[in-house]
């Protein structure tokens, strides 16, 4: 079985994390290969048992230029894989003139029409899967394990998002709810983006330059999360985000927007719109220990639930089930 990736996003967000680490542990049993844009900025965090293609063509959805260059790649294929609406797009149309199996994913909630006509889909969560016209397979990605992971919390009430800085994410919104706190705290939000400037004006305006810190780009999530007290997700649209699941194996308490697939996870005392956030985290931040204690026992179990192994497992099983289908 031979399996190449296609992604059309040169830059390294929750999405990019699912196809590096799913090619990583697939390439131990698999030839694989990955294709990215030229100048991807993440291709150093994929195993060497990948080959990767860098495209060079303007990206364009209809470049007959990039066309030429995917598809003398994905030829040589049993299987090509997309994530994101725009190598789904270019991947269904060339699958027209070459009998590879087309799997994609998609990864959120948003319209996305592309996914209506490929057969094999899978859905980052149910959520995901009702946003397309066909049956398609719900498969939660999985969160390698951090042993032992242990840290003290900060000395202050320490806030924590993670994302990349979009408008999506909301963090607009949360630093101005942030900003009606009554309380001693500090906000850390982790990621990159072109809303920077705008949330840093909005930090300045807020005259909240000494309790909310935009931090970029950081490798050592798991530590950020288990060393917050609360990590938030103000998202207005997701599937199912990465930091969630990761926060499901670190983080004390999380606290999120009813959004996507997040609706699956976390308990409904636990799911806030975002105009509330202020009032539901005074509401934690006055009674802690025992929040604590009762986010963990309503969450605990999804530990397991969302465990790589099982996942890559069940990606390879259902890579076997595509082939298996085609041969009858």
């Known amino acids: 079985m031979k399996i190449c990736y296609f ?14 680490d799913s ?3 697939i390439s131990k049993y698999y030839e694989c290969a990955l294709i990215v844009p030229n100048g991807c900025r993440y291709k150093d965090k ?28 994905i030829k040589n ?11 789904t797009q270019i991947t269904y149309l060339l699958n027209k003139i070459s009998s590879f199996i087309h799997v994609a994913t998609k990864h959120n909630t948003r319209k996305g029409k592309i996914f209506n006509k490929i057969k094999n889909v899978i859905s980052v969560s149910s959520e995901v899967a009702k946003t397309i016209t066909q049956p398609s397979k719900v498969l939660y990605f999985g969160i390698q394990k951090s042993e032992n992971l242990v840290f003290e919390k900060n000395k202050i009430f320490t806030i924590l998002a993670v994302g990349r800085l979009d408008p999506i994410k909301g963090f607009d919104k949360l630093i101005e709810q942030v900003s009606k706190l009554e309380f001693d705290f500090r906000l850390n939000i982790i990621g990159e983006g072109s809303q920077k400037l705008k949330l ?27 060393s917050s007290h609360l990590q938030v997700i103000s998202s207005l649209t997701e599937g199912l985000p990465l930091t969630l699941l990761e926060g499901i194996m670190n983080s004390s308490v999380i606290i999120s927007t009813p959004v996507g ?52 497992k069940n990606l390879i099983e259902y890579y076997k089930g595509c082939i298996n289908a085609k041969t009858l």
């Open 7 to 20: 992604s059309c996003s040169s830059i390294y967000g929750g999405v990019e994390k699912i196809v590096v």
């Open 23 to 25: 090619l990583n542990e």
């Open 46 to 73: 994929v195993s060497s048992n990948v080959k990767i293609v860098e495209y060079k063509s303007y990206d364009k959805r209809y470049n007959p230029f990039l066309y030429l260059e995917v598809f003398n790649v």
């Open 77 to 87: 294929y049993d299987i090509v894989h997309t994530h994101g609406a725009k190598a």
């Open 200 to 226: 840093e004006k909005l930090i300045i305006d807020n005259k909240l330059e000494k309790k909310v810190s935009l931090l970029g780009f950081k490798k050592n999530i798991p530590e950020y999360l288990a």
């Open 261 to 312: 697939g997040i609706v699956e996870v976390l308990d409904k005392d636990y799911l806030v719109k975002i105009e509330d956030f202020s009032t539901k985290i005074s509401e934690i931040y006055n009674n802690y220990e025992n929040i604590c204690q009762d986010f963990k026992s309503k969450h605990e179990h999804f530990k397991e639930k969302f465990d790589f192994n099982d996942y890559s």
